[in-house]
C-alpha cells in the first residue's frame, strides 16, 4: 500500500477540486441551484415541485406554531436558505471536502441579518 503525502506541512489546507472547479465552488453552485427547480412552471406539479410544496408547508406550520400570521412575509426567505445550508452541509459528507457554512463570515453573514429582520418584524407586526 502506497500512502501519498503532502509535499508541505500546509498541503492539507489546499482547495480540493474536482474536474478542475474547487470544490468549495461546486457545493455553492450546486446548493443555490436548487432555488431554480422549486418554482412551478407547469399547471400540473412535478414530482420534485410536490416534495418541496410539502416540505415549505410542514416548514411553515413550524414556523407558525410560534409566530402570529402577520410575520409571513419573512416565511419563504427562511425555507429557502434553510435548503441552501441543508444542501451545502450535505455536500460536506464527501471526503476531503469543507463546508463553508463553517467559516464565521458566511455563518454571520446569514445569521445575523435574519436574525435582526425578524426582530424587526416581530416588534412591528407582532401584537
Given at each position: 500500500?502506497?500512502?501519498?503525502?503532502?509535499?508541505?506541512?500546509?498541503?492539507?489546507?489546499?482547495?480540493?477540486?474536482?474536474?478542475?472547479?474547487?470544490?468549495?465552488?461546486?457545493s455553492?453552485?450546486?446548493?443555490?441551484?436548487?432555488?431554480?427547480?422549486?418554482?412551478?412552471?407547469?399547471?400540473?406539479?412535478?414530482?420534485?415541485?410536490?416534495?418541496?410544496?410539502?416540505?415549505?408547508?410542514?416548514?411553515?406550520?413550524?414556523?407558525f406554531?410560534?409566530?402570529?400570521?402577520?410575520?409571513a412575509?419573512?416565511?419563504?426567505?427562511?425555507?429557502?436558505?434553510?435548503?441552501?445550508?441543508?444542501?451545502?452541509n450535505?455536500?460536506?459528507?464527501?471526503?476531503?471536502?469543507?463546508?463553508?457554512?463553517?467559516?464565521?463570515?458566511?455563518?454571520?453573514?446569514?445569521?445575523?441579518?435574519?436574525?435582526?429582520?425578524?426582530?424587526?418584524?416581530?416588534?412591528?407586526?407582532?401584537?
Amino acid at each position: 500500500m502506497t500512502m501519498i503525502l503532502t509535499p508541505s506541512i500546509f498541503g492539507q489546507f489546499f482547495p480540493d477540486t474536482f474536474l478542475l472547479i474547487p470544490m468549495n465552488a461546486f457545493s455553492m453552485v450546486f446548493a443555490l441551484s436548487w432555488l431554480v427547480f422549486i418554482f412551478p412552471t407547469n399547471w400540473a406539479l412535478s414530482r420534485f415541485q410536490a416534495v418541496w410544496l410539502g416540505f415549505q408547508e410542514a416548514v411553515l406550520e413550524m414556523l407558525f406554531q410560534n409566530t402570529s400570521q402577520n410575520t409571513a412575509p419573512w416565511a419563504g426567505l427562511i425555507t429557502s436558505v434553510f435548503v441552501v445550508i441543508f444542501s451545502i452541509n450535505v455536500l460536506g459528507l464527501f471526503p476531503y471536502a469543507f463546508t463553508s457554512t463553517s467559516h464565521i463570515s458566511l455563518t454571520y453573514s446569514l445569521g445575523f441579518p435574519l436574525w435582526m429582520s425578524v426582530n424587526i418584524l416581530g416588534f412591528y407586526l407582532g401584537n
